[in-house]
């Protein structure tokens, strides 16, 4: 009876490492299939004159050569006057036909309904997929669960495609290999950042995230499958096993993701950046890349429980990485501060000098 036992097992093991195949195969021909043809189907994407996703010559080097040997004050010197362009200006008139307000928040129930389409149908469609890469990842990839990212990658790009946009990446030439760890640093306004993150950078990586994002049903789940990392931000013992956790994930060869200013945006402006995920970077000896999330907020603003419209222009820009080591915290932090800040549009630059925290 035991070799029965272990006989069956052994073939329910087969099977399911042989359905966790077939699965992901099936996934990845769906996921070159939306990256081949959802920029020419949606073809809502434009250029950005002037960005090249090169070094920008006024600030980036410039601030960091500039700041060698200054101060542990960190100021972003060469910030640009911001615009006075407001949000509410510049979206589509359809977008305030059905617009109400519950308690403090606006809502689009029409607009939200392919929000919610697009993000809880699609998880629920691929949750399989996740359970089967996520034991086989247990079986093979314990440490980086490329198997998962692949599904939450195309999670996420099945998000986009449900609420109609299509991003624009710029400076893809600056992306590091695709095998090597590296730390991610964006701008935070909007609480589609993630999707738009994962479904146009073509990486694999994680992120440190809210307990709370976590603990949502069927998202939370898969994002805890693919190793992502939870914080309690007023928990000092949480905040202080994030850094553990992350420096860790970073050093298994993970790319990490983390929103630098702590929380979203309350107007889209950039805020000043805190040092933790810089110390975090140095710790494990990896590279950091900038990353501008651009126009991106007036679509679904701190304000608001869903999209107020269907996303338009959005563009997100790498700019060169930057290895820290031999640098202080303060220069790095400068040189991805700026590149980051300089990348965004006026309306969403900071408009003071920020101090570090």
């Known amino acids: ?21 077939f699965m992901l195969q099936g996934a990845q021909a769906f996921n070159a299939f939306i990256s081949a043809h959802s920029r020419s ?45 407001t949000d509410s200006d510049t979206l589509p008139s359809y977008s305030k036909l059905a617009k109400i307000t519950i308690g403090k928040k606006e809502v689009n129930p029409i607009i939200g309904l392919f929000f919610l389409l697009g993000s809880f149908l699609w998880a629920v469609v691929l949750l399989p997929a996740v359970i089967a890469g996520y034991m086989w990842s247990l079986a093979f990839d314990r440490l980086r669960r490329r198997a998962v990212d ?21 400076g893809k030439e600056n992306l590091p290999p695709p095998q090597e760890g590296v730390m991610y640093i964006p701008n935070h306004c909007s609480y589609l950042d993630i999707f738009t993150l994962s479904g146009v950078i073509p990486r694999k990586f994680k992120y440190v995230s809210k307990q709370e994002i976590l603990a949502i049903p069927i998202i939370g789940w898969a994002m805890q499958m693919a190793g992502h990392i939870g914080i309690k931000r007023m928990d000092r ?17 993970n ?24 110390k975090m970077a140095i710790k494990a000896g990896v590279r950091i890349v900038p990353v501008s999330i651009c126009n991106l907020y007036r679509w679904m603003p701190n304000s608001a429980a869903t999209p107020l419209a269907f996303p338009r222009n959005v563009e997100v820009k790498i700019h ?3 290895d ?34």
């Open 1 to 21: 009876q035991d070799q029965r036992m272990r006989m069956q097992g052994g073939e329910f093991a087969l099977k399911t490492a042989l359905a966790a195949v």
């Open 41 to 85: 189907v949606l073809n809502m994407r434009i250029d950005t004159p002037g960005f090249t996703g090169r070094i920008l010559p006024s600030s980036p080097a410039a601030t960091m050569n500039r700041q060698r040997g200054a101060s542990s004050q960190r100021r972003c010197c060469a910030l640009r006057m911001a615009s006075t362009v």
């Open 150 to 170: 692949f599904c939450v990658g195309l999670w996420a790009k099945g998000a986009l495609v449900s609420l109609l946009y299509w991003p624009k990446l710029v």
């Open 237 to 253: 013992r949480s905040q202080l096993q994030t850094f553990k956790e992350t420096v860790e994930s970073l050093s298994n060869g």
């Open 255 to 278: 790319s990490i993701v983390t929103f630098a200013e702590g929380t979203r945006s309350p107007d889209g402006r950039l805020r000043a950046f805190k040092k933790g995920p810089i």
């Open 320 to 322: 060169p990485p930057i």
């Open 324 to 357: 820290p080591a031999g640098r202080s915290e303060e220069e790095v932090l400068d040189y991805v501060y700026s590149c980051v800040n300089e990348g965004l549009p006026s309306f969403q630059q900071a408009v003071a000098l920020p101090q570090a925290t």
